[in-house]
């Protein structure tokens, strides 16, 4: 059934959605519209009985009115209190503390999404980057873990500085100098045979395919004579029977060197050598020495106006000929000096890397606060370089140096060079230099068994030294045991010359071993006399330095190398540039030259 509020509820729908106009309840409500609820059953079965369909008959109307239910605006729900404003109400939460709980919750999570976005694409970055192992030149590679020709060295299990087959004994050794403590951070033992060391087959080493002109020798250097057998390294000197095949040279022999691979700043370097032939014949002129690394022996652009510098000041010490533009003064440099170039002191060209290089120059660095640069070179220090005088074996025990002092003479008033050896088998060498070098060195009887025609034994040679001024020196071992020092203060300033003190070699220095022959080195040399093939035989060689300054690599901070090197590559790869000219590269401008800067 029908009641008739219910139908006037359909009526007013059918005509407004405005609220009626008839009478409240106390309550606030229309009376009418209250009414039409208790008819909403009757309503509805009111409505289905009219309709013809099943699909109108279930069909609503768009008002909810029709429907018996009519929601109008003003119509009470038990849920309005939710989501009606109520101004009494909300002004007291007005006044409450501005952040909820949940709005502090919400807060922290968009706080951690936006913390991990930035650590994703901005502090992953420079964390890597701040923690990533920087690639470098020390050790046996270069960038990227190749050797100086681009190759990536196959030496399965045994490859790091120290040798594997070091005896663990070996690990440390006293200071031949200060009795302290020193560490092992080089060996090489040569056990294994059959190494050979072409360029890319050894991290260390490689053995270098020239004539080595600078000192007129007879033989061509062949990576081929250099090898390891029965646990030794062997560098052999030998005739061959077809010149054409050998660069029209009657002799090849070997040379490897560690340059820019391994080089060591400071401490104690020994090795274990038989040396080739017998002590008896003179001819053979086998050598074990250092370099600093902005020198390639053997490749002349290199070298030149590099070697044999130890020089950090700016004066006319770096100036060619050590003597003034246009002058001949100081007269000491051009008197009393070489009594074969007519008493001249001095032919270098001068200092190439020098602290008077002008701003804006090719210079390796590093620069002082001042804007200078510190000077640069490539000195030399030699373990041995053996000969035969009067049928004995000597070593000279030796160091290179310029600018020279006046008449090649270091200073030695009051204990600058002391020698250690009281059997009287060592003493200051005769030769101190020519135009070319400044030589100090010790000549001492070597162990005449340890040759390999005589006895066949192993002689321990060595040199330990610390670079610098003041309490520099370098101490070297003959036979292991302590042969001679020179102190920093035989080096120090020359007036005569007009130039500075020299240090003991502040430059990283690397490791060449070779055998050869010269009438430079020997005036009389009797090539029938000596026997082929004669081979110099390398035990071991161990670098150890005080476990406070350990120092290697080829391209420290303070002296660096690689960018320069890098730089003039051909210069330190191709041996027939023979001059920085040949090169054709400028000379860098000197600040005390004619021209200056300018």
Same mark, same amino acid.
């Given at each position: 059934?029908?009641?008739?509020?219910?139908?006037?509820?359909?009526?007013?729908?059918?005509?407004?959605?405005?609220?009626?106009?008839?009478?409240? @309840?106390? #309550?606030?409500?229309?009376?009418?519209?209250?009414?039409?609820?208790?008819?909403?059953?009757?309503?509805?079965?009111?409505?289905?009985?009219?309709?013809?369909?099943?699909?109108?008959?279930?069909?609503?109307?768009?008002?909810?009115?029709?429907?018996?239910?009519?929601?109008?605006?003003?119509?009470?729900?038990?849920?309005?209190?939710?989501?009606?404003?109520?101004?009494?109400?909300?002004?007291?939460?007005?006044?409450?503390?501005?952040?909820?709980?949940?709005?502090?919750?919400?807060?922290?999570?968009?706080?951690?999404?936006?913390?991990?976005?930035?650590?994703?694409?901005?502090?992953?970055?420079?964390?890597?980057?701040?923690?990533?192992?920087?690639?470098?030149?020390?050790?046996?590679?270069?960038?990227?873990?190749?050797?100086?020709?681009?190759?990536?060295?196959?030496?399965?299990?045994?490859?790091?500085?120290?040798?594997?087959? @070091?005896?663990?004994?070996?690990? @440390?050794?006293?200071?031949?100098?200060?009795?302290?403590?020193?560490?092992?951070?080089?060996?090489?033992?040569?056990?294994?045979?059959?190494?050979?060391?072409?360029?890319?087959?050894?991290?260390?080493?490689?053995?270098?395919?020239?004539?080595?002109?600078?000192?007129?020798?007879?033989?061509?250097?062949?990576?081929?004579?250099?090898?390891?057998?029965? #646990?030794?390294?062997?560098?052999?000197?030998?005739?061959?029977?077809?010149?054409?095949?050998?660069?029209?040279?009657?002799?090849?022999?070997?040379?490897?060197?560690?340059?820019?691979?391994?080089?060591?700043?400071?401490?104690?370097?020994?090795?274990?050598?038989?040396?080739?032939?017998?002590?008896?014949?003179?001819?053979?002129?086998?050598?074990?020495?250092?370099?600093?690394?902005?020198?390639?022996?053997?490749?002349?652009?290199?070298?030149?106006?590099?070697?044999?510098?130890?020089?950090?000041?700016?004066?006319?010490?770096?100036?060619?000929?050590?003597?003034?533009?246009?002058?001949?003064?100081?007269?000491?440099?051009?008197?009393?000096?070489?009594?074969?170039?007519?008493?001249?002191?001095?032919?270098?060209?001068?200092?190439?890397?020098?602290?008077?290089?002008?701003?804006?120059?090719?210079?390796?660095?590093?620069?002082?606060?001042?804007?200078?640069?510190?000077?640069?070179?490539?000195?030399?220090?030699?373990?041995?370089?053996?000969?035969?005088?009067?049928?004995?074996?000597?070593?000279?025990?030796?160091?290179?140096?310029?600018?020279?002092?006046?008449?090649?003479?270091?200073?030695?008033?009051?204990?600058?060079?002391?020698?250690?050896?009281?059997?009287?088998?060592?003493?200051?060498?005769?030769?101190?230099?020519?135009?070319?070098?400044?030589?100090?060195?010790?000549?001492?009887?070597?162990?005449?068994?340890?040759?390999?025609?005589?006895?066949?034994?192993?002689?321990?040679?060595?040199?330990?030294?610390?670079?610098?001024?003041?309490?520099?020196?370098?101490?070297?071992?003959?036979?292991?045991?302590?042969?001679?020092?020179?102190?920093?203060?035989?080096?120090?300033?020359?007036?005569?010359?007009?130039?500075?003190?020299?240090?003991?070699?502040?430059?990283?220095?690397?490791?060449?071993?070779?055998?050869?022959?010269?009438?430079?080195?020997?005036?009389?040399?009797?090539?029938?006399?000596?026997?082929?093939?004669?081979?110099?035989?390398?035990?071991?060689?161990?670098?150890?330095?005080?476990?406070?300054?350990?120092?290697?690599?080829?391209?420290?901070?303070?002296?660096?190398?690689?960018?320069?090197?890098?730089?003039?590559?051909?210069?330190?790869?191709?041996?027939?540039?023979?001059?920085?000219?040949?090169?054709?590269?400028?000379?860098?401008?000197?600040?005390?030259?004619?021209?200056?800067?300018?």
């Amino acid at each position: 059934m029908a009641g008739p509020f219910s139908q006037q509820a359909r009526n007013r729908s059918q005509t407004s959605l405005l609220p009626p106009n008839g009478p409240r @309840t106390p #309550g606030g409500m229309w009376r009418d519209s209250l009414d039409s609820h208790s008819g909403l059953v009757s309503s509805a079965s009111s409505i289905a009985g009219k309709h013809s369909s099943l699909s109108e008959k279930y069909s609503l109307a768009p008002s909810p009115a029709q429907w018996g239910t009519p929601f109008l605006l003003h119509d009470r729900e038990p849920d309005d209190s939710i989501h009606n404003p109520d101004p009494q109400k909300d002004r007291k939460s007005d006044n409450a503390f501005v952040f909820s709980s949940r709005g502090i919750q919400n807060l922290g999570c968009l706080l951690i999404l936006g913390v991990g976005l930035i650590m994703l694409f901005a502090g992953y970055p420079i964390i890597s980057r701040l923690t990533s192992s920087t690639q470098s030149l020390q050790g046996g590679f270069n960038l990227g873990g190749i050797n100086a020709t681009g190759q990536i060295p196959e030496l399965p299990g045994n490859f790091g500085l120290i040798d594997k087959d @070091t005896p663990r004994d070996a690990y @440390t050794k006293k200071s031949w100098e200060t009795n302290e403590d020193l560490v092992l951070v080089f060996s090489d033992e040569f056990n294994q045979d059959g190494r050979t060391f072409y360029p890319g087959d050894d991290p260390y080493w490689e053995a270098v395919d020239l004539h080595y002109w600078g000192t007129n020798d007879l033989e061509w250097y062949d990576p081929s004579q250099a090898t390891t057998s029965n #646990g030794s390294l062997q560098l052999t000197l030998e005739r061959v029977a077809d010149p054409s095949t050998n660069h029209n040279l009657t002799f090849k022999s070997g040379m490897i060197q560690s340059w820019n691979k391994f080089c060591f700043t400071g401490g104690l370097i020994e090795t274990s050598v038989r040396l080739p032939g017998s002590p008896e014949i003179g001819g053979f002129w086998p050598a074990v020495w250092t370099m600093g690394n902005l020198g390639r022996a053997g490749f002349g652009a290199s070298v030149e106006g590099n070697w044999p510098y130890s020089y950090e000041e700016c004066d006319v010490g770096t100036l060619p000929n050590q003597t003034y533009p246009g002058a001949s003064t100081p007269l000491a440099a051009v008197t009393n000096g070489d009594p074969y170039n007519n008493g001249a002191l001095s032919y270098l060209p001068g200092q190439r890397l020098s602290a008077c290089t002008c701003p804006g120059e090719s210079h390796p660095g590093p620069m002082k606060s001042d804007g200078t640069y510190v000077g640069r070179a490539a000195p030399e220090i030699d373990i041995i370089e053996a000969t035969v005088h009067d049928g004995v074996g000597y070593v000279s025990l030796s160091s290179q140096w310029a600018p020279f002092n006046a008449q090649y003479n270091i200073f030695n008033t009051s204990g600058q060079v002391e020698f250690f050896d009281t059997r009287d088998k060592i003493h200051y060498n005769d030769y101190v230099g020519g135009v070319w070098q400044q030589t100090t060195s010790g000549l001492g009887q070597t162990n005449q068994n340890a040759y390999e025609l005589n006895g066949g034994q192993y002689a321990i040679y060595g040199f330990e030294y610390k670079p610098g001024y003041d309490d520099a020196y370098t101490t070297w071992i003959n036979d292991n045991k302590k042969a001679w020092t020179i102190y920093a203060t035989a080096m120090v300033e020359d007036p005569r010359v007009e130039i500075s003190a020299r240090p003991m070699s502040l430059e990283p220095m690397y490791i060449i071993a070779n055998l050869g022959f010269s009438t430079n080195f020997v005036a009389n040399l009797d090539i029938e006399a000596l026997t082929f093939p004669g081979t110099m035989s390398i035990d071991y060689i161990r670098v150890y330095q005080p476990k406070d300054a350990v120092k290697v690599g080829c391209d420290p901070k303070d002296h660096p190398t690689a960018a320069y090197i890098e730089t003039y590559k051909e210069a330190y790869t191709n041996f027939e540039l023979t001059t920085w000219a040949q090169f054709k590269q400028p000379w860098p401008k000197n600040r005390r030259s004619a021209t200056g800067c300018n």
